[in-house]
C-alpha cells in the first residue's frame, strides 16, 4: 500500500512529460503573440503553433519557417495553376491569364 507521501513523489518520465508541456505552452505563446500583430492573426497561428517545438521561442526560426512555408505554398500554388492551364475547354484568354500568374509566381520563387 503507498503512503500517501508517496502519491505524491514525481517520477523522471513525470518530469519530462511536465516540461514538454511547459515549453510547449511557452512556445505556443511566443507564436501567438507574434501572430497577433499579423494581418491574419488566426492564420498566423494554425500554420506554424505545429512547428513550436522546432521554433522554441526564437524569432531567427521563425522567420526561417516562415520562409519555408511560404515557399512551399507558393510552389503549390504554381503547380496548381500549371494543371488548371491544361484543363480541356479553356478558352484561349483565360488560358493565357493562368500562363501570366504561373510565370509570375515561378519568377518569385527563383
Do not use: H
Not at 25 to 44: M, Q, R
Not at 49 to 69: N, R, W
Request: charged letters at 20%; hydrophobic letters at 35%; glycine letters at 2%.
Amino acid at each position: 500500500m503507498r503512503s500517501r507521501f508517496q502519491s505524491f513523489i514525481l517520477t523522471n518520465s513525470d518530469l519530462i512529460a511536465a516540461r514538454k508541456l511547459l515549453s510547449s505552452e511557452t512556445d505556443t505563446a511566443f507564436i501567438k503573440t507574434w501572430c497577433d500583430s499579423t494581418t491574419y492573426p488566426d492564420l498566423c497561428f494554425s500554420t506554424f503553433s505545429s512547428y513550436a517545438a522546432e521554433i522554441q521561442g526564437s524569432p531567427k526560426m521563425l522567420a526561417t519557417k516562415s520562409l519555408f512555408v511560404t515557399l512551399n505554398t507558393t510552389r503549390s500554388a504554381s503547380k496548381t495553376l500549371y494543371k488548371l492551364c491544361k484543363s480541356k475547354g479553356l478558352k484561349p484568354r483565360v488560358v493565357a491569364a493562368l500562363q501570366d500568374c504561373v510565370e509570375e509566381i515561378s519568377d518569385s520563387i527563383v
